[in-house]
C-alpha cells in the first residue's frame, strides 16, 4: 500500500488517499497513470502531488492520444538522483518518453508546450534523451525553486520541506503537507542549529549560508542546500 497525498489546490487542503500501486492516481481519467508509474524508481510508501500536476498530465495524454511511458516522476529528498532543488522533490514533475525517438520526443515536447498546461517544459537540448515538464509553482508565488514557506502554508512544497527537515533528524509531524506548530519548531530547531535567525520562516536569504559554508557530509548537504532554496533566486533551479 502506498499513502498518497495530493493537495487540493482549489479548497487548500492535503487529501490522503491510500492506495496500490497498480490504481491510477487520484484525479488521473481513464488510468492512463497508475501509482506504480508515478513513483517510477522511487521505493518511498508516502508519495505526494497536487491535483494541478494530475489535470496538467490529464490534459497531456489525451493530447497525445497514446501511453506516455515515465522514466521518473515522484522522487524523495534522500533518493537522490536529482539535484537539490528538483521539482520532482516536490511530486509535479514528469521526465517520460525515454522508450521513444529524438523525433517521437521532439513531437511528444511539442505537445506538452503546445497544451499550455505545464509551468516549464524542458528544451531538447538541456535533456535530449527524455521530456520534463512540470506543474512548479510559477511566478510571482514562487520565483525560485521553492516557495517561501511559513506557518500556514499547505501543499507539495511543504512535504519536500517536512521530508528534508526528517532526513536531517529534526523532529516533526512526519510528512503531512500542512505547516503547523510542529513544523514551526523544527524549522526553528534546524535555524539555531545552522547559526540562522530562528524565526521558523523558510525561505529567508541567510538560510542560504550553511549551504555557503559547507560544514555537512554530503547526504545533508544536499537536503542544506534543497531548503536553502525555499524562496531562493531563480537563477540555478534544477529540474
Ligand atoms: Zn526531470
Redesign the pocket.
Known sequence: MVNVLVFNNATNGMERHALQLHNPMPYVTGGTLTVREFRARSNSNIIWTDIRAMRAWNTTRAAWGRGIYVG?AFKRIGEGGHANQSQ?YAGV?F?VGQNLTAHGRTQLRATATNVGVWSYVEPAYLTPTWV?FDARLGPPACAAGYPLLREGSRGVYVCTLQDALSTVRIPNVGIDGVFGPMTRNAVMTYQRQNGLSADGVVGDADIIEPTRRNRYNSRVSEVGQAISHFGADSANVK?
Do not use: I, L
Open positions: 521518473a520532482h514533475s521526465d520534463h529540474n
